[in-house]
């Protein structure tokens, strides 16, 4: 989980925000979590991401441009690991935001 909110962006950009509800038992979602974070970390335009869960989990990843969004829909190993969200979510919703203002500390 992120201790501290992502500071390193300057708007316009993009939000992809992620809410969930787990299903029973980890069915390796765990592992394949901390890998698909790695390899958005390496994508171009990808920012940061902030996490948080109890019953509802929340993650938005922020991004320079809806075209790196979309390159990392398409991105193999994620378009994988999304194939699985069966086996890990009993429901979950995906929304795409333009951020055209930010402030904070």
């Not at 698909?36 to 970390?41: D, K, M, T």
């Amino acid at each position: 989980m992120t201790a501290e909110p992502v500071i390193n962006t300057r708007p316009p950009y993009y939000a992809v925000i992620f809410t969930s509800v787990r299903t029973e038992g980890d069915n390796d979602y765990a592992a394949t979590a901390a890998r698909v974070l790695e390899l958005a970390r390496q994508q171009p335009g990808f920012l940061g991401v902030e996490n948080a869960r109890s019953e509802l989990g929340l993650s938005v990843s922020y991004w320079g441009s809806l075209e790196a969004i979309d390159a990392w829909r398409e991105q193999i190993d994620h378009a994988q690991a999304k194939s699985k969200a069966g086996d890990w979510y009993s429901g979950y919703r995906v929304r795409i935001c333009k951020v055209e203002q930010e402030y904070g500390r």
